[in-house]
């Protein structure tokens, strides 16, 4: 059976009281912010402070803990570039369903905004959390594109868009799938998704990583069209969902731009998917 949020959170406040080595310990992410919902799917984000790394550096013995582990990542103790080179990572999934994903370092000073998405001190042996600010909640607001960040970014995306037809036309799945499943929507759709959403809300609410919270913000009809946008092995099924996207990034960036004062690229538009629509239409010989 998995362990209860108090529970765990008991048993780890337990362990780390009894170690001389952790100096304090703070909780992050969604079960820190009042407007999350969390289930029993929801990791546990504990940054820990320590007075020597090595002992996280070594093994993984510390965390039999809190139970057995079913899998962790990375594979090694190592850190993974969250915040900087100082922090070690490891994520744990237990065998009874609960993650706990800590990050680790020796770094006793912490700046006193750094915790502006929300955080809960579970503990703290040296009071090296007691000047942190009250948190804000705007780290990931989306913000309002400046005319050159919009610009280009639209004229980006026709640029890559070219590149799903060319290797959908060749039969050459994989390519195209990454095209149009990469980079296209997450480099330049799901931006503009965003930029929707923030200017109907101004400019004052965030969708989460990937657009996981696109679904509460998007309208019903908006959020049909946005699932169009997916296919899955069948090349017509993706020759469908590509021009499925391309209208859909399309009615999206104009909107914007008309609200913004920018400019659309109309020919840009019109010129590539005049294209994309003339390599469909060629005959394989």
């Known amino acids: 059976m998995m362990r209860t949020e108090k529970e765990v959170l008991s048993q780890f406040q337990k362990w780390a009281r009894n170690n001389e080595l952790i100096r304090a310990a703070?909780?992050?992410?969604?079960?820190?912010?009042?407007?999350?919902?969390?289930?029993?799917?929801?990791?546990?984000?504990?940054?820990?402070?320590?007075?020597?790394?090595?002992?996280?550096k070594k093994n993984d013995e510390w965390l039999k803990e809190f139970g057995s582990i079913m899998v962790r990542w990375p594979f090694k103790p190592r850190s993974t570039g969250f915040k900087n080179a100082s922090w070690l990572t490891r994520l744990v999934l237990f065998n009874d369903g609960v993650r706990i994903d800590f990050q680790i370092t020796d770094q006793l000073e912490i700046e006193e905004d750094v915790y502006d998405s929300g955080y809960k001190v579970l503990l703290d042996k040296d009071g090296i959390t007691e000047g942190l600010?009250?948190?804000s909640y705007s780290e990931y607001i989306i913000n309002k594109p400046e005319q050159l960040e919009y610009e280009t970014l639209v004229n980006e995306f026709w640029w890559d868009a070219y590149y799903v037809p060319k290797y959908l036309w060749r039969e050459q799945l994989p390519f195209a799938k990454y095209m149009l499943d990469?980079?296209?929507?997450?480099?330049?759709?799901?931006?503009?998704?965003?930029?929707?959403?923030?200017?109907?809300?101004?400019?004052?609410?965030?969708?989460?990583?990937?657009?996981k919270r696109f679904k509460e913000y998007l309208d019903d009809e908006l959020w049909a069209e946005w699932k169009k946008t997916y296919a899955g092995a069948d090349l017509e099924e993706n020759w469908e969902a590509f021009f499925k996207m391309i209208d859909f990034f399309r009615r999206l960036a104009k909107n914007i731009a008309k609200k913004l004062g920018y400019t659309y690229p109309e020919e840009v538009d019109k010129r590539v998917s005049n294209f994309c629509r003339e390599i469909r239409e060629k005959k394989r010989e």
């Open 26 to 56: 703070v909780l992050t992410s969604s079960r820190v912010k009042s407007d999350s919902e969390t289930d029993f799917l929801s990791d546990y984000d504990i940054e820990l402070y320590v007075s020597d790394l090595s002992s996280f």
């Open 133 to 135: 600010l009250e948190p």
């Open 182 to 211: 990469y980079s296209l929507r997450y480099s330049f759709l799901h931006k503009v998704i965003e930029w929707h959403i923030g200017l109907k809300n101004d400019w004052s609410v965030e969708t989460g990583i990937f657009g």
